[in-house]
């Protein structure tokens, strides 16, 4: 934009200069500031080249208004012999450069290449800026992630440990935390857990939540400032508020109060909890008392979660077809319930549980069928009916699918691989661990049925799943970082075995893998 009372100064600017061959375009002449002003609300010029002298509105006076409105404009003072001191209060307003009159074609060029050099370089600042905030808006929360995920699973050395305690009190002070692990009814991807996240925190409060990372699946927040009854209450309405949203049930433990020191057992005991809760296969809110123990009145399942051990135990025999070691389980249980003189309602609860819990992780490719099998229990007047009525399930389901030795190992095996797909992020998984957390079983045994059923061992399938969910998060997407597949693929405490194996299994490094990925989708 040219500003100037004088039109022939206007114009003879407009005509010398090769606007188009500069990468300038001439938005428009004004004679005097005030109208200048007007319509640079409408046109926004990077460049003005204004005189000094004018009417209605000096060039002083444009400069200090438009710097207030358009701070990144470019000014170029116009100013004749006996000015300088009008152009140097300019400069005082971040003017840099003036011409003197009169002037020619060269000295406006010069002027102007200066000044369209500083836009370039400006221009490239802030796009280097932008990008440098992009970059750290998306790395300093999957750090802070990284970071928690490793000190809860005891990932850290002594002195990293240290390290990071000493961040984590700098930034948020040394006041008392409580954890919370949660997790659908349905199993998520990491992906999909990590959308959640955002939503969780708006509905607990964006004050409360300190530090949040997802780990197996499970969404752990760390939170402060609430009372342990205000935020059980809390707990109901977001669990409401994110069924309606997210479309899936959500099962909650909430860990006791303690410093961030403590938050590795929180979280040991969350998981713990969480595990129980998951298996009773139903929305519940499960809390610890501070010693870590369940909390019987925070909700119906909870009586459930703690009798775990007699679940597992009659699952282990109808799994190996012991009919006379499952009526012994059953008695067990049941002796117990009479024992206790539970409500009605948490005693009809706990048994409308346990056939669930039979059907879901006895029968294969379970459906919600299964529900059909818990209406009579409604009905019935006594315990003993629901005894006699859960025996003959649970012996119709051994059965039916464990009668036979052959039956058996196929059963073990597809329940064994498919236990190995649902958690593929655990880096725990092993035989062993199978066999004691999930199948309870002797693992040599279950190790020769799978041999012999998936013709491949166990560890061969283990390496070969994490690979394929490695591969597949690849083909989602190609901006994971290595240790980011290490994790989600079960091995995110040692990159590099990760990616030793996924060049065995595949021919080619992680990197390579997705190079090749990207170019097949440019080429296609």
């Not at 116009?78 to 209060?89: K, P």
């Not at 209450?233 to 099962?251: P, Q, V």
């Not at 117990?336 to 879901?360: N, P």
Request: charged share 30%; with cysteine; aromatic share 8%.
């Amino acid at each position: 934009m040219v500003v100037d009372d004088e039109r022939i100064i206007r114009e003879g600017i407009a005509s010398l200069v090769d606007w188009q061959g500069m990468g300038l375009e001439l938005a428009g002449c004004l004679k005097d500031g005030a109208a200048a002003l007007e319509e640079m609300e409408q046109l926004r010029p990077d460049i003005v080249i204004t005189d000094i002298k004018m009417p209605r509105m000096d060039g002083l006076e444009l400069i200090k208004q438009a710097k207030q409105r358009f701070p990144d404009m470019k000014f170029v003072v116009l100013s004749g012999f006996g000015e300088f001191r009008f152009a140097s209060q300019a400069m005082k307003h971040g003017v840099k450069h003036y011409i003197l009159k009169p002037c020619d074609e060269h000295d406006i060029k010069k002027v102007l290449t200066d000044i369209v050099n500083e836009l370039d370089v400006e221009s490239r600042e802030r796009t280097a800026l932008g990008q440098m905030e992009r970059i750290l808006s998306e790395v300093v929360p999957r750090a802070r992630e990284k970071l928690l995920s490793d000190y809860l699973l005891g990932r850290m050395t002594d002195d990293e440990t240290a390290d990071y305690l000493e961040q984590v009190r700098l930034h948020d002070g040394e006041g008392m935390l409580r954890l919370l692990a949660c997790r659908t009814e349905t199993e998520l991807r990491y992906e999909e857990a990590k959308k959640l996240i955002p939503l969780i925190v708006e509905h607990l409060g964006e004050n409360h939540v300190k530090h949040y990372a997802v780990i197996h699946q499970v969404m752990v927040l760390l939170i402060a400032n609430y009372s342990r009854t205000d935020l059980l209450e809390r707990m109901e309405y977001t669990t409401t508020r994110l069924e309606s949203e997210a479309g899936s049930k959500f099962i909650w433990s909430i860990g006791h109060e303690g410093a961030m020191t403590d938050m590795p057992r929180a979280f040991e005991d969350a998981m713990r909890h969480m595990e129980q809760a998951y298996y009773l296969g139903e929305r519940s809110i499960t809390a610890l008392r501070t010693e870590g123990s369940v909390d019987k009145a925070e909700s119906p399942a909870v009586f459930a979660a703690a009798e775990l051990d007699h679940y597992s135990g009659i699952l282990g025999h109808i799994r190996i077809g012991s009919r006379e070691g499952l009526n012994k389980e059953l008695a067990a249980l049941f002796s117990k319930l009479r024992q206790l003189r539970l409500s009605i309602g948490t005693t009809t609860g706990i048994s409308i549980d346990l056939i669930a819990i039979l059907h879901k992780q006895c029968v294969p490719n379970p459906t919600n069928e299964y529900l059909n099998h818990t209406v009579p229990i409604l009905q019935m007047k006594t315990l003993g009916e629901v005894e006699r009525y859960i025996s003959e399930e649970a012996h119709s389901i051994l059965d039916t699918y464990y009668g036979t030795p052959a039956a058996r190992g196929k059963m073990a095996a597809h329940r064994m691989a498919r236990y190995v797909h649902d958690n593929l992020e655990r880096e725990e998984l092993s035989l062993q661990w199978l066999a004691k957390h999930k199948l309870f079983m002797n693992p040599d045994y279950l190790g020769k049925l799978f041999r012999k059923e998936m013709k491949m061992s166990f560890p061969q399938y283990v390496a070969k799943a994490r690979i394929e969910k490695a591969k597949e998060a690849i083909a989602r997407s190609g901006d994971y970082k290595i240790y980011e597949l290490a994790e989600m693929s079960g091995m995110g405490s040692d990159p590099k075995y990760f990616s030793n194996l996924f060049k065995k299994q595949t021919g080619c490094t992680p990197q390579e893998y997705k190079s090749r990925i990207a170019a097949e989708r440019k080429g296609g």
